[in-house]
């Protein structure tokens, strides 16, 4: 009998509502849809006010992106109550909109297919994902009237969201009830629409079937209406990120983390602009990006600057800008202070935890080119600038001592080793920072042990343009990318390792901008080549004492480079090894990126302190990192933090090379 039932088993769509009122349906829903498309393209006029062009146009770049961060939600994952809430909400809402829109395919199509088994699986997805809708807006709720953290974006249209949202969710279910009631459904098909037929047998019992109609009528309007005024005040409210999250997900250009976008010198001398002075000097695809933020503060929770007290929040920066788009206004000193674009260490912090991908360190590096070309940066920083111009290194040393580091090592030049394989490019920091030439000396040391065919350049290296590019002046950096590429050219330069991050980010992400394409390999990775080829030996604790690893941003985040450290240090064999929390692709900054190691700053608001508070709550005694800026700040955030004082700052080249056994073929001083 059921068996027989079941092929024509269905619903009537539109049971129990007039001919009349379906046309005042459809006009009502097509009116709210109108004033959403009108307030959508007004959104859109405010983009078009920036300089055209800035999207990516590749579809198969789109594809992936949708799929992996809109629809996958990759960057919405984590173990919290705002991560969960957003995942019942977000697939609650998801499995409902389709569902409703095959529901109208099914009424208005050529075809019925709303029957049978399909029929009794669509009622009872739709039963499921309703309460797990109706779950994610009361957890949300809850999240913002008692345990909202500082960071989230709030007002009241939160509540007004939050509350049309769920009653959509109890009208629906309430909808479902009185239809079931008044049509006395059958118990075997009433299983399927489950909250519906728990709401009927508990709630609904003793009403006759007349009054059960004109309930349902009364609360198919109330849903109806709720529905329309939904659709009609999404572009007003936090929902809107519905819609401009997935674009801004699609059209964010595609390039590596760690490569800013380069001004064209033709279109400065066109224009007469440098970086961005008004908020339309923006292209249309960052103020897009503006609106696809829903203030979630991810960002501003992983920002080594907001947490070390400066003025930044990579949020505030976003939700200003945005308001400048929407109501006017002047962008420098007004809406954004210059103070909270030079607090940028441009970590990508924020960039990695946004989940619609907004661009918060392009945003600040374009208003920072500005700045450097009205000349508003003074002291320190913009006479390192000064120094990279004049002597090519940020710290004013004549470029002939570039090779002081070296002295007793006999390492092997560009002139007595021209065929060399791999160039070591030392990098200002090792070149002339007293602390860094001790990493230079112990790379060159294992390099010459590992039996590595490389050479340096020597007084031909100059800085590549890292500090000039981040802090903002963009002239600089392309005059000294300009030099290197051609210098790395004429001595047919194919290998680079270094020890240096930032040197390692610039010549294998930005230097290709400029016709200059290297293998380029931080020297952890060759280091752990070494190890695995047994050219080098690593069998040896550190004395026993427990060591941590202090990943560095531009060699982590920016560009992946996480296991080949840990190589180095043996953690997978060292019981002796401790892991900070904050650690690889999630590491924290030090805070000297974006230029910062050139700008002063009070102690209180050191970066370096909070990172060293956190390696030394490892217990660890030796802390150890992979990069000369690194090595510098967390040696003076050691220093300034209680029980920092005993803990030894190495690099994993210094703590590498301490693990050697002695050479006795080999007459070459050692710093062992």
């Not at 047998?201 to 529905?227: F, P, Q």
């Not at 695809?285 to 907001?306: F, H, I, K, N, Y």
């Not at 920016?558 to 900070?580: C, F, H, T, W």
Request: glycine residues 10%; contains cysteine; neutral net charge.
């Amino acid at each position: 009998m059921i068996a027989l039932d079941v092929n024509t088993t269905t619903r009537e769509v539109f049971g129990n509502i007039a001919p009349w009122m379906r046309v005042v349906f459809f006009i009502m829903i097509a009116a709210s849809l109108g004033v959403l498309a009108w307030q959508v393209l007004a959104h859109v006029r405010q983009w078009r006010k920036g300089r055209p062009g800035g999207f990516e146009r590749d579809w198969r770049v789109w594809l992936e992106r949708l799929t992996v961060y809109a629809l996958a939600q990759k960057r919405v994952h984590k173990k919290s109550l705002g991560a969960l809430l957003h995942l019942l909400l977000f697939s609650g809402f998801l499995v409902l909109t389709i569902g409703t829109t095959l529901l109208g395919i099914a009424y208005d199509g050529p075809y019925y297919f709303h029957h049978g088994w399909y029929y009794l699986i669509y009622e009872l997805t739709m039963d499921v994902f309703g309460v797990v809708f109706i779950l994610g807006c009361l957890l949300a709720m809850y999240r913002r009237a008692f345990s909202r953290k500082p960071s989230l974006g709030h007002n009241w249209r939160d509540w007004w969201l939050l509350g049309i949202l769920l009653a959509l969710g109890i009208t629906g279910f309430a909808v479902e009830a009185l239809r079931m009631h008044y049509t006395q459904v059958e118990p075997w098909l009433a299983h399927w629409s489950t909250v519906g037929w728990m709401i009927d047998r508990t709630m609904l019992r003793g009403i006759d079937i007349e009054s059960a109609k004109t309930m349902h009528l009364v609360t198919w309007w109330l849903h109806t209406i709720l529905v329309a005024g939904f659709f009609a005040t999404i572009p007003v409210n936090r929902f809107l990120h519905v819609i401009t999250g997935p674009m801004n997900i699609a059209t964010r250009p595609e390039r590596p983390m760690g490569a800013l976008v380069p001004l064209k010198m033709e279109t400065v001398e066109e224009t007469g602009l440098i970086g961005v002075g008004q908020i339309g000097d923006f292209n249309r695809q960052q103020l897009l990006s503006l609106d696809a933020c829903m203030e979630c503060g991810r960002c501003e929770d992983v920002c080594p600057a907001t947490a070390s007290g400066k003025p930044l929040s990579p949020k505030f920066i976003v939700t200003d800008l945005r308001g400048v788009m929407a109501h006017g206004g002047e962008l420098h000193g007004v809406a954004i202070n210059p103070d909270t674009l030079w607090s940028c260490t441009m970590c990508q912090a924020c960039v990695q935890e946004c989940p619609v991908l907004i661009g918060h360190v392009d945003l600040i590096s374009d208003m920072r080119r500005y700045l450097v070309g009205e000349g508003k940066l003074s002291g320190p920083p913009a006479r390192s600038l000064q120094q990279i111009g004049n002597q090519g290194n940020p710290y004013g040393k004549p470029n002939g001592e570039r090779l002081a580091w070296a002295e007793g090592l006999d390492v092997p030049t560009v002139e007595s080793n021209p065929d060399f394989e791999y160039l070591f490019w030392v990098g200002c920091a090792a070149s002339f920072d007293p602390r860094a030439q001790k990493v230079a000396r112990a790379t060159a040391q294992l390099l010459k042990k590992g039996g590595v065919n490389f050479a340096v350049l020597g007084k031909e290296e100059t800085c590549t343009g890292d500090p000039a590019r981040r802090i903002g002046d963009e002239f600089l950096f392309q005059e000294r990318a300009t030099t290197n590429v051609e210098t790395l050219g004429r001595r047919q330069v194919k290998k680079i390792v270094t020890a240096c991050p930032h040197c390692h980010n610039t010549l294998q992400n930005e230097y290709p901008q400029f016709g200059g394409q290297y293998e380029v390999q931080h020297h952890s990775t060759l280091l752990a080549e070494l190890i695995e080829a047994g050219h080098l030996t690593n069998d040896t604790a550190t004395d026993g004492e427990p060591i941590t690893l202090h990943d560095p941003c531009y060699l982590a985040r920016v560009n992946g480079i996480v296991d080949a450290p840990r190589s180095v240090l043996g953690a997978e064999k060292d019981e002796q090894y401790r892991e900070m929390p904050r650690c690889g692709k999630k590491t924290f900054c030090c805070g000297a990126g974006g230029g910062r190691m050139w700008f002063e700053e009070p102690p209180a608001q050191r970066v370096s302190n909070l990172r060293a508070q956190e390696a030394i709550a490892t217990g660890a005694q030796t802390l150890a990192t992979g990069c000369p800026f690194c090595l510098n700040m967390m040696s003076d955030g050691m220093a300034g933090t209680k029980g920092g004082e005993n803990v030894k700052v190495l690099d994993i080249a210094e703590v590498l090379l301490s693990r050697q056994r002695p050479n006795k073929s080999s007459g070459a001083p050692t710093d062992v």
